[in-house]
């Protein structure tokens, strides 16, 4: 069973990469969590073919490397059907969904064959500006049964912002332009219900510090696991999304049968009735360390 804590920092490689062998077979980056094989935007139409053809030769050779987490950021449905028909796509985890919404849920989704696959759709059209339209989504993900494949959803940041006319400044994080509620509204929608979600790309990888404020602000969300586009930024990922040694106790303190429903600890007041589901979110982060 996958755990969505398992993601990290998920590095996004197109399918036409020289390396693509290597990196899912771990030769390349052997640290690395989990990979998304991206056969969308990272692809020239042009190149499409070749990609694809790369890919499926590809997934013959793949290695098991149970430390590494692989998916396949399909194109649109029709990719996704006719990648479930290769030879080998049973090495795969899953595949990332993109521009998801109301409008081709059920084309991903439904009538799909059992399999230990599971999905991260991404959200990233403008129905996610409107929240009900989110609820909408939400709850026809919960009727249908969909939930129990889907791993996490994702964020596309840079995608949203594209639809504003945005692109984000290299010197603040994305909390400072207007995806910073909307990022709050998606949580607030996605995650009582009992779905992850995932923090947006960072584009400028020259500038770390902002990186390391924006990590900061996905955790402070409640966001398991952060897009990288450059392996540089990878190190970085792992390091803010390691649960701190006092954070640990805390949650193993909050969870201690024996503990008083109030107690004082680290300067901090700790209270079982409404901490308990952070502290359980805590250890589960803490098994998946790095």
Known sequence: MLDAYRLGGSLYAPVTHRDVLQIANGVKWPELRSVIFCTEDAVAPT???????????????????????????????????????????????GFVLPKFDLSNADRYLAQRPASAHRYMPTLETRDVFEPQRMIALREHLLERGYHERILALRIGGNDLLAL????????????????????AQLVTC?????????????????HPEVLRDELGDDIAHGLCGKTAIHPSQLPLIEASFRVAP??????????????QAVFKFGGSMCELATHSTWARHILDRTAFDS
């Not at 793949?62 to 990648?83: A, G």
């Not at 979600?197 to 990888?205: D, G, K, N, S, Y």
């Open 164 to 183: 504003l006319g945005i692109r984000r400044p290299r010197d603040r994080t994305i909390y400072h332009t207007p995806l910073g509620q909307t990022i």
């Open 47 to 93: 190149a499409l073919e070749s990609g694809l053809a790369n890919l499926r030769e590809c997934l013959l050779q793949m290695e098991p490397r149970p430390s590494l987490l692989r998916f396949v950021r399909v194109r649109n449905p029709e990719i996704l059907d006719w990648l479930l028909t290769l030879p080998g796509i049973d090495r795969l985890d």
């Open 190 to 206: 996605f995650k009582p219900y009992g779905f992850q979600l995932t923090a947006p790309v960072f584009e400028h990888i020259d």
């Open 246 to 259: 006092t954070d640990l106790e805390a949650a193993q303190r909050i969870l201690d049968e024996s503990t």
